[in-house]
C-alpha cells in the first residue's frame, strides 16, 4: 500500500484551520502522541506508519514510505506513524472547581504546554476566547503532547461566559494584589490574557479580583513572564492550599 494523491491532498490540507473544520479532523503525530489518542475517547480516522508492527490491530492503517511520510508531516524529523483523529464535539457544563479561561492566545506552543499545565495539575476545563489559537492546530497538538485527551477544551465568547458564571473570577496582571499573599478558593475562574496585550478591556471588566507574580530581581527590569510560565505559577498557587 502507498499513500494515494487524495489522502495526500486532504492532509495537507489539514494545516489549515478552516478545512480542519469543513473535514472536521485533525493531525496527531509522533509514536508517544499517537498511542495517547489511540487509548482515548478520540475516534480514529485514518493512520499512516512505516512500520505497522504496532499498529496491526487498528483497522484504518497504510503503511508507507519514509518519504511519504515526509511528505505529509510537520514535523523537522518525522516520527514513523502520523493519524487522522475526528475532532470531537464538546458540550460544555461547568463543573465545580477551577476552570482556566484564555483570552487571545496567539502562540500554539504557549496553548499545547498550558494544555499541559491544566493535565498536570488536574485542570478538566480550559475555556479559550474564539480568536484563541486552534487546539487541533498540528503545533498545538504536538505541544500538549497527549494531554488534549484529558482536558476538555471549549471556544466560546468569553464575555458571555465570564457573566453566567457564578465563580469567583480573577485577572492576571502585572498589578494585582501579590497571590503568595492572597488567599485562593479552589471553585475559580483564572483568565490569562494575550502574549504582547494582556487581558483585553472588555473581559477585564467583568472580572472580580486581580492577582499578580511579584519580581523578586533586585533590578526589577524584567517586563513580564511568558504566559504558559505564569499559567504555572498560577495554577501552583490555587491548588497549593486545596
Not at 495526500?8 to 499517537?34: D, M
Not at 483497522?59 to 516520527?79: A, F, G, Q
Not at 488567599?183 to 472588555?202: K, R, Y
Not at 499578580?212 to 504566559?227: A, D, H, W
Request: a neutral charge.
Amino acid at each position: 500500500m502507498s499513500l494515494s494523491k487524495s489522502q495526500l491532498k486532504l492532509i495537507t490540507s489539514l494545516s489549515k484551520k478552516k478545512y480542519r473544520i469543513a473535514a472536521n479532523l485533525f493531525i496527531v503525530e509522533g509514536i508517544k502522541v499517537v498511542n495517547e489518542f489511540l487509548n482515548s475517547t478520540f475516534e480514529l480516522e485514518h493512520l499512516f506508519c512505516v512500520d505497522d508492527t504496532e499498529y496491526k490491530n487498528q483497522i484504518n492503517y497504510t503503511l508507507i514510505s519514509v518519504v511519504e511520510l515526509k511528505k505529509i508531516s510537520n514535523l523537522i524529523t518525522p516520527n514513523n506513524v502520523l493519524a487522522i483523529f475526528k475532532i470531537p464535539t464538546i458540550n460544555f457544563i461547568e463543573k465545580e472547581g477551577l476552570v482556566l479561561a484564555l483570552d487571545e492566545i496567539n502562540d500554539p506552543g504557549n496553548l499545547g504546554t498550558i494544555i499541559r499545565l491544566c493535565d498536570w495539575f488536574g485542570i478538566e476545563q480550559l475555556i479559550c476566547s474564539k480568536d484563541t489559537v486552534d487546539c487541533y492546530n498540528s503545533k498545538v497538538v504536538q505541544a500538549s503532547m497527549g494531554s488534549l485527551t484529558r482536558v476538555s477544551v471549549f471556544y466560546t465568547d468569553l464575555e458571555v461566559y465570564l457573566k453566567s458564571t457564578k465563580k469567583t473570577t480573577y485577572a492576571s496582571l502585572m498589578d494585582g494584589e501579590n497571590v503568595y499573599k492572597t488567599t485562593l478558593p479552589n471553585n475559580a475562574v483564572l483568565v490569562m490574557g494575550n502574549e504582547a496585550n494582556g487581558i483585553s478591556n472588555p473581559v477585564l471588566e467583568l472580572l472580580d479580583k486581580a492577582i499578580s507574580i511579584p519580581r523578586f530581581g533586585n533590578l526589577q527590569q524584567t517586563e513580564s513572564l511568558n504566559v504558559a510560565t505564569a499559567t504555572a505559577i498560577l495554577l501552583s498557587e490555587f491548588k497549593r492550599g486545596n
